[in-house]
Structures are given as structure tokens and as C-alpha cells.
């Protein structure tokens, strides 16, 4: 349906449908190997094409809702999507609970006919009416209903969600982390320049990510910054009163040969944040 969709040619069809129609697969489990069974559903790992049919079937899925109903009208006039997808993840937005029930409907009907199903238990609501969220209206799918952010907070690449619709307490918990997993490589019993390492492949990356995907404050991540330096001092043998600049200079005659600048960027980018929006 899909490769008519998009007007796959005929040829190209038959490839697709005799490479899939041969794949076979079995599993080891302890000493005993299973027969060789049919693949039926699901992505092959190292696949190519399944990732790009699957995309091509959520588009059709998407499209069908859109159908239903029109997104949000912001103040500029324009109107948003309804739904988002980023591979097998949707996100529905409308003006109400009710348009939001006829996208859903919308949605089960083509997924039970693609032979798909949804996971409520992974999904959530949310229902805001005049500003505050409500649990008044539950939405349901395939006959289970979707848990609302109220009592069941939940995490997206990284990101937690939860009725506050604030980073406050992500943030406080980023920086919670932060000491821990400083402690952690702390008390690994490696050597300075070894912790100084796993610093800039291990936490720093995880970290990066979290200051870019959270609202922090310049002071948040200058505070944040002060912890790392303290820790970074001791782990290459230098006096405490040896300041941020010599750490990640890279102008200086004496150069450190280990890049810590990252944390360096965002923190820059924060603080240019800041001043434009006070601007």
C-alpha cells in the first residue's frame, strides 16, 4: 500500500517483496537452535530498506489523521500540524479534547489495519484548559486508555516531562547527577590524567546534551562549571588557585592537551541567550 502510495514502480515492487518474502531467521537458546522461521514483522537489524518502507507507512498513517482535523492556531494565524512523527513516535496537538479523540480514532482505524499496535502504557496526555491541566477528559486508544503527565512523568531523548511543564526540577536533578558521576570517577582509583579522560568521552557528552536540551540559567551552568574545574584541578596536579582560563585557553603559550571546551560553548550560548531576550 505504501509503494503504491508513492508510486514505486512495479519492478522495484517485486524486488522489495521477493527480498522480504526470503527472509528467514532462528534463535539459540542455551544449546537447542530453533527451526528457521519467516520474518512477518518487524525491522531486520542492518536492513537498509525496512527503515525507509516503515517511514513511508507512518507518513500514510500521518497523513490519514491530518484528514480529521487542522493543529493549533498560533497568534500569527497560521495553523499547526496536527501530528508530528519521528519515526515511530506521534505526537497529536489540537485546539481541543474532542479533535484530539477524532485524530485518535483516526489513527487506530489505519494502524489495526496495518497490522500495528499502539502502546499506551509509553504514551501520554496532557489536556490544558485555560492554562492549567486538567484530568477531567481521558483519551483512549485501541481501547486502553492513555496515562496522563499528571501522575506518570515521562522521558524523551533525554528529557523528562511532567505536569510543572518547567525544567526546575530537571534541572536540580542535572546537577545532582553532575557530582555523582564527578564522585563516581572520583573513587575509580584511576590515575588523574585517566579520570581527566573520562571526563571529556564519557560525562562530558552526556552533559552537553543535557545543558541543550534544559532551560538552565548562565549562573546554573557557571555553577555547574565550578564543580567540574575543582575536580579537574586535582585529577591533573594542579594548584587550586589555577583559574578556568588556563584550563581551556587555547591561546595561551601553555596548552593543555586535553580539550574540556565544551561545557565552555554552552555555557556562552546560555549567557548570549540571556542577554538577547533581556534586550
Not at 528467514?24 to 531486520?44: C, H, M, P, S, Y
Not at 508530528?84 to 483516526?106: C, E, K, N, P
Not at 484530568?135 to 516531562?161: R, S
Amino acid at each position: 500500500m505504501a509503494m503504491d502510495h508513492y508510486h514505486i514502480p512495479e519492478h522495484i515492487k517485486k524486488i522489495v517483496q521477493k527480498y522480504f518474502g526470503g527472509i528467514q531467521l532462528r534463535f539459540t537458546v542455551d544449546n537447542k537452535i530453533t527451526a528457521w522461521q519467516n520474518l512477518e514483522k518487524g525491522i531486520v537489524t542492518g536492513c537498509t530498506i525496512s527503515p525507509i518502507l516503515f517511514i513511508m507507512s507512518m507518513n500514510i498513517i500521518m497523513k490519514a489523521a491530518e484528514r480529521e482535523t487542522r493543529g493549533p492556531k498560533t497568534d500569527s494565524g497560521i495553523f499547526l500540524p496536527a501530528t508530528r512523527g519521528f519515526m515511530d513516535d506521534l505526537t497529536v496537538t489540537t485546539s481541543s479534547h474532542i479533535q484530539a479523540r477524532w485524530i485518535l480514532s483516526a489513527l487506530e482505524e489505519v494502524v489495526t489495519l496495518a497490522r500495528m499496535k499502539f502502546k499506551p502504557r509509553k504514551s501520554r496526555s496532557m489536556i490544558l484548559r485555560k492554562g492549567q491541566i486538567t484530568t477531567k477528559f481521558q483519551l483512549k486508544i485501541q481501547g486502553d486508555e492513555i496515562p496522563t503527565i499528571v501522575d506518570n512523568p515521562i522521558k524523551c531523548l533525554g528529557k523528562w516531562f511532567d505536569d510543572t511543564l518547567k525544567d526546575n526540577t530537571s534541572v536540580k536533578t542535572v546537577q545532582t547527577q553532575v557530582v555523582d558521576w564527578l564522585k563516581k570517577v572520583d573513587k575509580s582509583g584511576l590515575p588523574g590524567k585517566f579520570k581527566a579522560w573520562i571526563y571529556q568521552h564519557g560525562l562530558l557528552p552526556r552533559l552537553t546534551w543535557l545543558l541543550m536540551i534544559y532551560e538552565m540559567t548562565a549562573t546554573t551552568v557557571e555553577a555547574i562549571e565550578r564543580k567540574i574545574n575543582s575536580h579537574l584541578r586535582r585529577w591533573l596536579g594542579v594548584p587550586p588557585s589555577f583559574t578556568a582560563i588556563g584550563l581551556y585557553s587555547r591561546s595561551s603559550q601553555l596548552q593543555l592537551h586535553i580539550n574540556f571546551g565544551g561545557i565552555q560553548g554552552i555555557k556562552e550560548q546560555t549567557c548570549y541567550d540571556s542577554q538577547r531576550f533581556k534586550g
